[in-house]
């Protein structure tokens, strides 16, 4: 299993940018059960669920910063998972990272997952 971040850079506050998580070594086509998080750590914090999805599309989460801002989605590129990131703020700053997990609960909580990526820096500043 490998996923692979990209899409992140630096943005202005109130700017947008998406994300874009690719998956090898299984398919989020598959009739098994998937879910993919996305994830964030900033400097001397820990890191925190900002959004999930199950791979069926039947349930998706976002953490309480997350909410009215951000939208996860499968993405047009086949085997990816997109974080479309509106309305930044400076306090978004971290590095993302996506996770996948088998299973049909979708989590925030960063221990239920046990594939990650590299990560990919943001940073939202003027």
């Known amino acids: 299993v490998q996923l692979v971040e990209s899409g992140g850079g630096l943005v202005q506050p109130g700017g947008s940018l998406t994300l874009s998580c690719a998956a090898s070594?299984?398919?989020?086509?598959?009739?098994?059960?998937?879910?993919i998080g996305w994830f964030r750590q900033a400097p001397g914090k820990e890191r925190e669920g900002v959004s999930c999805?199950?791979?069926?599309?039947?349930?998706?989460d976002y953490s309480d910063s997350a909410k009215g801002r951000f939208i996860i989605a499968r993405g047009l590129a086949r085997n990816t998972v997109t974080l479309q990131m509106n309305g930044l703020l400076t306090e978004d700053t971290a590095v993302y990272y996506c996770?996948?997990?088998?299973?049909?609960?979708?989590?925030?909580?960063?221990?239920?997952?046990?594939?990650w990526g590299q990560g990919t820096q943001v940073t939202v500043s003027s």
């Open positions: 999805l199950t791979t069926r599309g039947e349930i998706k």
């Open positions: 996770a996948a997990r088998a299973g049909r609960l979708c989590h925030l909580d960063p221990s239920f997952f046990g594939a």
């Open positions: 070594g299984f398919s989020l086509d598959s009739s098994d059960y998937f879910a």
